[in-house]
Nanobody, 126 residues
Framework: QVQLVESGGGLVQAGGSLRLSCAASGRTFSSDVMGWFRQTPGKEREFVAAKSRSGVSTYYSDSVKGRFTISTDNAKNTVYLQMNSLNPEDTAVYYC???????????????????WGRGTQVTVSS
């Protein structure tokens, strides 16, 4: 089992920045990819960013590329999401996720992730 706890969400004005953190515990070594997703009411969970545990591969959705940066600190078992140039469309609950071992799903598919945090709210005001 892997436990994930997000923090760092809050209210920020458009153009501002936030950094989300995700502390992982448990069998973290079993997941090869850590990711961030977001969700707004009435919509499906949307892929934001992911990073391989090795650090070699990084993935971003087109909507956040160039503005968000995912990073990991393996020593601390923590994943970060630095979010810059935020706009109201980024308002959502942000979830940290750990990919299921051996998953064959595409990296951007939420179904490939077996472990999820409870989420942290990010609100961007105009």
């Amino acid at each position: 089992q892997v436990q994930l706890v997000e923090s760092g969400g809050g209210l920020v004005q458009a153009g501002g920045s936030l950094r989300l953190s995700c502390a992982a515990s448990g069998r973290t070594f079993s997941s090869d990819v850590m990711g961030w997703f977001r969700q707004t009411p009435g919509k499906e969970r949307e892929f934001v960013a992911a990073k391989s545990r090795s650090g070699v591969s990084t993935y971003y959705s087109d909507s956040v590329k160039g503005r968000f940066t995912i990073s990991t600190d393996n020593a601390k078992n923590t994943v970060y999401l630095q979010m810059n140039s935020l706009n109201p469309e980024d308002t959502a609950v942000y979830y940290c996720a750990a990919r299921s071992p051996g998953s064959l799903r595409v990296i951007t598919q939420s179904g490939g992730y077996g472990y999820w945090g409870r989420g942290t709210q990010v609100t961007v005001s105009s």
